[in-house]
């Protein structure tokens, strides 16, 4: 990094971002999990970390809002062939599962598929849990960068454990994640927000931002956790807004329901549809960028500390690659960096 220039052209060859750093030299890990098995609607979230990869040497590194925090070293992981592999054989069986379910078919030969879906997720869950611990337990800062929704369950039980429980999560998505399993698949990308709160490694509060799609089961349970569980619906958000509210109070009132440490969990779809088009579950509505940006400036500059966080859902869909998602995809990446290595004071910021 000594004889690094940000200004000359860069390459995602030498690094995420264009920066030659090492694991070692690095302060904030990136950790790639190519898994998208349970994906019900479109596809290629799999292949997500390496779209962002990619885009990611299109972003200037200098920041108006975190200046040079990149100079504390990001350092993204290989994407691992074999869980990218193991993903592709387990996916072609959730999908048998899929349709054979919308033909009311729950025989046993489906019922077993059911029960070889849920196993390998249930070890993709303990391969998260166990890389990510090592990661914190070297004194890393760590961020996840999947795949589907449901990636990061074993990573934030591993941080839970690091911080006893005592922080909260900021939840960005279109979908409230709350369903107590989808499609019989225990760990569905739409289960994620429920396992983590029925869970014993679960936070001090969930606040969720940007919801707009969501079935009774998961209205229900958020009525029945209030004391846990805030949600900013998207509908209700656009009201406030037309109505003259401005953004900016809305901000407050989302960070002044966190606690002093932070969790961030991005789903893409979160976002205006427009900037992510190719994501797995588009849902009309959502922030724009810069609701979202300004967000996480607020979170961040109100003294919170951000502890980690996942980027999920980011595709290329069904063509071989789009510019498009990736590149939105890395900027939000870029910002998450950036807020956390400030926040925590990295070497460098």
Known sequence: MSHFNPSQNISASLGVFGLPVTADQAHLHLFPVPWEVTTSYGAGAALG???????????D?????????????????????????????????????IQALSFQDESAHVRNLQGQVNAACSEM??????????LLQAGKMVGLVGGDHSTPLGFIRALSEKHQGQFGILHIDAHADLRSAYQGFQHSHASIMHNVMTSDFRPQKLVQVGIRDFCAEEFDFIQNHKKSIQTFFDLENKRRL????HWGEIVT???GQLPEKVYVSFDIDGLDPALCPNTGTPVAGGLSMDQAFYL????????KTLIGFDLN?????????????GNVGARVLYKLCGWTAVTNQLPGC
């Open 313 to 325: 859902e980011v595709s290329p869909g069904r063509q071989t690659d789009s510019e498009w998602d």
């Open 61 to 97: 590194l200098f920041d108006l809002e975190t200046k040079e925090a990149y100079r504390s070293g990001y350092f993204m992981h290989p994407v691992d062939p074999t869980w990218l592999a193991r993903n592709t054989v387990m996916k072609a069986k959730a999908q048998q599962v």
């Open 242 to 245: 037309l109505k003259g509210t």
């Open 296 to 303: 996480l400036r607020e979170l961040s500059e109100s003294g």
């Open 49 to 59: 970390p390496a779209l962002i990869r990619q885009a990611s040497e299109q972003i």
């Open 125 to 134: 869950v303990e391969w998260v849990y166990q890389q990510t611990k090592a």
């Open 253 to 255: 009132e989302i960070v």
